[in-house]
């Protein structure tokens, strides 16, 4: 073995893959009970690539702290330098999809905060997002990987306009490598253009819906502007009456986000404004406390 480590129940022994297989160029983690000697049917799941070398396992109580001079497969993600695994982590993590929202158009162009819920019984190392443009079981393009220590992304919505059928797939994961995937809600759309129409014919001026809906303290809303123009950005009461202005404006195109600072606004349902010379378009915005 390279490396070795001791718990009060079990033994870490890193091997290198010619002396468990000499046609293998990987190596391994196994474990052995201590006071027996016999593998353990739990072993971590961790494997170097190529002829890398473990020069380190580490144990701290139940928790393995394995380093190598090669990549690492940790569960099926990547890790280079220290990685760190939670023997004694059976459960798998949980995730949910919240938004984009079933039925949402999203512009391409326009900045729109992807979000999930993920959560483990003792912590979640990272998640990976994917988008399916043609249904729920794919293909799937790789939107963000190992994410961690928030539970958003911010993606600037690309092409190609992919109609009403486009899905938003999450796969979390936690320190021993186990991993749960959640797809949903949906479906929704990616479109090169959205708005309304008027006399001056079909426009692509967009609002994003704002994020968190509802919310206690402040949302930001993304908008994009299919031209140069005044731009104002307000948010209204239900009778209309502008109770805060956030844009007022000479904006160039492209897309744009603004904080909406709903902390100050009384509890109950408000719209957001967006205003440009000849055309409107609104979201709603629901306060709670």
């Given at each position: ?196 129409g008027t006399e001056l014919g079909a426009v692509n001026l967009a609002l994003g819906a704002p994020l968190p809906n509802p919310t206690s303290t402040d949302a930001t809303v993304s908008f994009l502007l ?64």
């Open positions: 073995g390279n490396a070795l480590a001791v718990t009060d129940s079990r033994l870490y022994l890193g091997f290198s893959g010619a002396y468990l297989d000499p046609s293998s160029r990987k190596n391994s983690v196994l474990a052995f009970n201590a006071s027996t000697g016999a593998m353990e049917s739990w072993f971590p799941h961790v494997s170097t690539y190529y002829q890398g070398l473990f020069t380190v396992l580490l144990s701290h109580e139940a928790d393995l702290y394995v380093g190598g001079q090669a990549e690492m497969l940790v569960g099926d993600e990547l890790r280079t330098g220290l990685a760190m695994i939670r023997p004694t982590d059976l459960q798998m993590p949980t995730v949910e999809v919240l938004s984009p929202g079933a039925g949402e158009s999203l512009v391409i162009g326009s900045r729109r905060q992807l979000q999930w819920y993920a959560d483990d019984n003792q912590a979640v190392a990272s998640c990976d997002v994917y988008l399916s443009r043609t249904g729920p079981t794919g293909p799937w393009e790789s939107l963000a990987t190992a994410v961690t220590g928030t539970d958003r992304y911010a993606w600037i919505v690309t092409p190609p306009a992919a109609g009403t059928n486009c899905w938003l797939r999450v796969d979390a994961r936690d320190y021993a490598g186990n991993k749960r995937t959640a797809i949903g809600p949906g479906p929704f759309g990616i479109a090169a253009t959205t708005g309304v299919p031209s140069a123009a005044h731009t104002r950005v307000g948010v209204l009461d239900v009778q209309g009456r502008e109770v805060a202005l956030l844009v007022d404006a000479d904006l160039p195109a492209g897309p744009h986000q603004t904080l909406v600072p709903a902390g100050v606004l009384s509890p109950g349902l408000y719209f957001l404004s967006l205003r440009v010379p000849g055309q409107e378009l609104t979201r709603r915005l629901m306060v709670i406390r």
